[in-house]
């Protein structure tokens, strides 16, 4: 399994990428990394590590993608940077993932263009695990972020995908699938929402009907369904809340009498490890499903054992081969781009 590995993104720079790769292949010794970007800055990184040379490959790329950049500025402009080379070596079987915690919109762009998608998928989306009381402990929330303008038969492929993943990655039988609208009733939702109701329900899933806010960490559903528009402002929110209840609890610390004080000093701990569940900048990456290839997004404050988790991911995503699944899903199920 190779896996390359975008080296110059993110906020935190190539340490943290380095170091995050080094693990991974410390703990799946059938990965080997090929991490892109400019060889001297990586070199130098690499240095301060113990790993096997064979199973680590540093491919040179001068130009470097900054989190400001446009896409289009990325696809035009930049055809000699860590992300564009990247995605070359996956298009030329050199390697069979790519990873990167860089500029999102433009990782999305080049994958997009370099590695097509998968035959009679609209639009790809972006997924990610949501912490609930899911038996297997999370709810895949999609999209987030790829698509904010959808129709019904793009969100149909998106439950498509989802329900899939739910079934490769986390061995969930019959993975129950829910729209994401203002209530369980019929009547509730706009018209892309009645429209796409009617569609899933036609199709052969575990169809619940809609669903609601709270049902994304509720248990209810494996995956839930909306648009990137509504699925980003999700996440985020998710990951500002459980920030605040821990700035809540220090602020409350410094004005209370030592019971509360030792009280919430107990409480802290386990309300980090849970934000830590909860915040996707903290924790693996978000798979690009619907893309001819495997493409993963991490994000830019990603820490080194997220990127170790993430290149895992990938690995497994790959040998899952869920990419050809989903194409032959679509046929079953009738729902292809035009």
Known sequence: MRIAVDGMGGDKGPAILVTGAVDALHQDPE????????????????????????RLQVHHAEEEIHMEDSPSVVVRQKKKSSLHVANQLVKTGEAEAVFTAGNTGAAMAVSLLTLGRIPGIIRPALLVDFPSNAPQ???????VGANVDCKPN?????????????????????????LLSLGEEDSKGNDLIHETRELLKSLKLNFIGNVEG????????????????VGNALLKFGSGIARMFIEF???DMLHSGWMARWTT?????ILRRFYRKLDYQEVGSAPMLGINGVSTIGHGKSSAKAIKNALLQAAKFRHQDINHKIEAALRRQGVVEG
């Not at 402990?137 to 999209?143: K, Q, R």
């Not at 709270?214 to 528009?229: L, T």
Request: glycine share 8%; hydrophobic share 45%; with cysteine.
């Open 154 to 178: 793009m969100l149909a492929q998106f439950a498509i995908m989802g329900e899939l993943w739910q079934r490769q990655m986390y061995s969930v039988a019959e993975p129950r699938v829910g």
């Open 31 to 54: 990965l080997t990394v090929l991490l892109v970007g400019q060889e001297d800055v990586l070199r130098r990184e690499l240095v301060q590590h113990k790993y096997d040379p064979r």
């Open 137 to 143: 402990g999370s709810t895949s929330l999609i999209d």
């Open 265 to 269: 000093g107990i409480m802290l701990p």
């Open 214 to 229: 709270q049902d994304i960490v509720n248990g209810r559903a494996e995956v839930v369904v909306c648009d990137g528009f």
């Open 249 to 251: 609890l220090k602020r």
